[in-house]
């Protein structure tokens, strides 16, 4: 007798314990959904069957290999293996984002290449074929939202790897560095930092980079959703318009997080590969140091010290200026282990009775930093749709005081991020507005950095951006 689809599906979740090992088989064997039937059969008595008591067995007999093969949770491939819906596959793996599968160059691609060939069926298909035109849409519409759910978990899962990565590296650290098995360990880790970034950061860096350019025909991501926004403008579909652009902004504001997570890594990856340097160095040194002594252990020489006047230390250099070091660098403080509370309570009495003089905030001259994700998304929803001015002499400024009356906390982040939303506008209105960027240099502040700047204008014309 078939179950309820909604029962079967929460004793999955709260026994996914018992699934994680397929997941982790799956991870490991090219993304296969086939595994072994003692597999699970295994993992099911150990994390399911031998926590119910005989009286109760109804949890039991939901998840049994026959009863998920009847639901069609599992199906069977042949004898001996069976094969996991992809919907159970997403599912765990979205209540555990360390065993989501990070997505590779090539599948990468097979999405920009989905997203340049529906862009060119949009744009080919007439008007007048409408049942045509609703089904292109239906697939873009469906292609997006996959697109923006593998984004987001993508990089979750990348975040979690670089966490994972960045604890096991501390870890490692505070142990003894220049033993063998240290070595050995950060030297994996080393080549597994490597191929985290080659194989799966730098490829999803790229695939949302908004200023991705391509050759030929080929169209990026950012420029597949540019033609497909302005098609909808052309044909005068606002709903679908803002659609695509929310969508867009959406996927794209990812590029922070993922530039972050290649910054975090690559200094990993800097660190490890000097300590692996260093080790090598250090190595080459006593080899060659053994060497020289070998002859001191055998004959006439045997039991006798090393000499300063031995070849080999002209070329160490490692142990010169220590004397110079100590005695420059000895106690300087003489006070007396009597006196020293003394003296230490009448050094905070005369510091209570120094009054500070008042300062002026000191504002930094750098750049500001770039808003963190939900204050992108914040602005990128408050400039949705925005109506931005046909003429302008100082768009900084202009976006400012805006945001000055929009939002309570702004910073000059908000405003270089909104300043960027508003260039990528004017783009999509190519011919209509002209920004061009004044000699006259310009300074703003929002309390705690300084930003100067040459003004952005704004004058309707027939150029490009």
Known sequence: MKLSKDLILSSIIEHKSAFMPIIDYINSNEGTHEFHAE????????NVETKYSTDDQKVVKRLTLNSLVEHGIFTKARDGIFEISSFIVEML?????????????????????????????????????GQDLADIREQLNGLVADTRNKVQQNVAALKANADRIAEEFEQRNSG??????????????????????????????????????????????????????EYYEKHNFPNYELSILFN?????????????????????????DQERVQYSAIEKAFNELFDEV???????????????????????????????????????LSW????????????LRSVDHIKPKPSKPIL?????????????????????????????????????????????????????????????????????????????KKSMSDGVYLLNYLPVQITKGQEHV
């Open 39 to 46: 597999l699970y059969i295994d993992s099911f008595r150990d």
């Open 93 to 129: 793996r979205y209540l555990d984002t360390s065993r989501i599968k990070e997505l590779s160059g090539h599948q990468f691609e097979t999405i920009r290449e989905n997203f340049e060939r529906s862009c060119y069926q949009l744009e080919e298909c007439s008007l007048e074929r």
């Open 176 to 229: 003894t560095p220049n033993s063998q098995v240290a070595h050995g360990s950060k030297l994996e880790l080393l080549f597994r930092v490597r191929d985290l970034i080659d194989r799966y950061v730098a490829p999803c860096l790229q695939f949302i980079n908004p200023n991705l350019d391509m050759r030929g025909r080929r169209l990026s991501l950012a420029d597949s959703f540019n033609r497909i926004r």
């Open 248 to 272: 867009k902004r959406s996927i794209f504001s990812y590029y922070e997080d993922i530039s972050v997570i290649m910054d975090q890594l690559e200094r990993y990856y800097k660190a490890l």
């Open 294 to 332: 070998v002859e001191l252990r055998h004959d006439s020489e045997k039991n006798k010290f090393l000499s300063n006047d031995l070849p080999i230390f002209h070329k160490l250099s490692v142990y010169l200026g220590l004397h110079t070091h100590k005695s420059s660098m000895s106690k300087r």
């Open 336 to 347: 007396h282990s009597q006196r020293i509370g003394y003296q230490f309570n009448e050094w």
């Open 364 to 440: 930094i001259e750098d750049a500001p930093p770039n808003p963190d994700k939900e204050r992108a998304r914040e602005l990128n929803l408050l400039t949705l749709g925005y109506d931005w001015p046909d003429q302008c002499n100082d768009l900084q400024l202009y976006i400012q005081n805006w945001l000055k009356n929009e939002l309570t906390d702004y910073s000059l982040g908000d405003v270089l991020h909104t300043l960027q939303i508003a260039r990528d506008d004017f783009k999509q209105a190519a011919g209509l507005k002209h920004l061009s960027f004044s000699t006259e």
